[in-house]
């Protein structure tokens, strides 16, 4: 089996942002904002991982868990240096991480649901594999990277006054981001909706939290598997994340994509990286072919007609007169 990293790096336009996952995604696009951004002012890359046996792909299982870099790894190579911080914005009260910062309970509302139902918003740092695993695992689904935790902490405020604060809620640390980081947090998670399809982020939140931070990732729900999309003000150097990985335990195969891979196909951009693959410099290209289907079995006309004589035999023909 051969596992791969398939990206694409391209700019961003919150205006026109573009499909996400197919069936699973799509952009929260009800709010309208008119901000004065340049084109091409928003760059991003967005990344999936993949494991095959060949060049069709066909038994291929998606999805940047699949690939051969984890994402603790993939953030360490695009966001820059700092804290990392993992985002939740609708977590479940019972899988608060320990070390939560933040620690703020609310009340969702959504059609076909229940008419109240308590969530949680947290933020955590992490610093390796296993910590950035169990924060995806309690619902976190934003990621950034800042210098340091804000002077002034963004306050806690409970949703009702009438609603007494838990027990442990004072335990948890006070938030690492300012009032006016907070808020751009809120305005890229907060409008949420979960369905066919899934709406988790807005478009405006994009630019919105890259007032604040140098990048942000976001984790994009792709219907095999999740994928990994960062955002930053700055176009992404893929030459440079590919010397970086090439230091890493499993060297990964990079398959660049015309589109956005959770929306492509593996096996045309495998084919397409075949072209321009230099076997002198590179060596063997690493994804074996595919066998080709076995050719049809030409038959003469001699043997048509004698399989279809025994599989279609004429019918015997009926009695003349009457039983004596």
Not at 129 to 147: H, M, S
Not at 159 to 173: G, K, Q, T, Y
Not at 199 to 209: E, I, K, L, N, T
């Amino acid at each position: 089996m051969v596992s791969a990293l398939g990206y694409i790096a391209e700019s961003f336009d919150p205006a026109a942002p573009g499909r996400l996952c197919r069936g699973r995604e799509r952009w929260i696009e009800y709010e309208t904002m008119e901000e004065d951004l340049e084109e091409g002012s928003i760059h991003r890359i967005i990344l999936s991982g993949a494991t095959f046996s060949d060049d069709r792909a066909r038994d291929a299982r998606r999805g940047i868990g699949f690939g051969p870099v984890t994402h603790f790894e993939l953030m360490q190579n695009l966001m820059g240096e700092g804290l990392l911080i993992a985002y939740c914005e609708e977590g479940h009260p019972h899988e608060i991480p320990d070390n939560a910062a933040g620690v703020e309970h609310h009340t969702v509302a959504r059609p076909g649901g229940g008419l109240r139902e308590w969530r949680v918003r947290w933020h955590v740092q992490v610093q390796h594999e296993e910590q950035l695993q169990q924060a995806l695992g309690a619902g976190a689904d934003v990621f950034v990277t800042i210098a340091a935790p804000a002077d002034k902490p963004a306050q806690v405020v409970p949703e009702s006054p009438l609603i007494p604060r838990l027990a442990d809620e004072s335990s948890s640390l006070p938030s690492y981001f300012n009032e006016s980081f907070a808020s751009a947090l809120f305005l890229l998670t907060g409008f949420r909706s979960e369905g066919r399809p899934n709406r988790y982020f807005q478009p405006w939140g994009v630019p919105a939290v890259l007032e604040h931070v140098h990048s942000v990732a976001l984790i994009h729900r792709d219907k095999h598997g999740p994928a990994l999309g960062v955002y930053g003000r700055t176009p992404f150097d893929v030459d440079s994340l590919a010397a970086a990985l090439a230091d890493s335990a499993d060297k990964p195969l990079l398959v660049p994509f015309a589109i956005p891979p959770m929306l492509a196909r593996w096996d045309r951009a495998l084919s397409e990286l075949r072209q321009i693959w230099d076997d002198s410099s590179l060596g063997p290209f690493p994804v074996p072919a595919a066998e080709p289907p076995p050719a049809p079995v030409e038959l003469d006309t001699a043997t048509v007609a004698s399989v279809d004589a025994e599989e279609n035999p004429a019918p015997e023909p009926e009695a003349n007169g009457a039983e004596e």
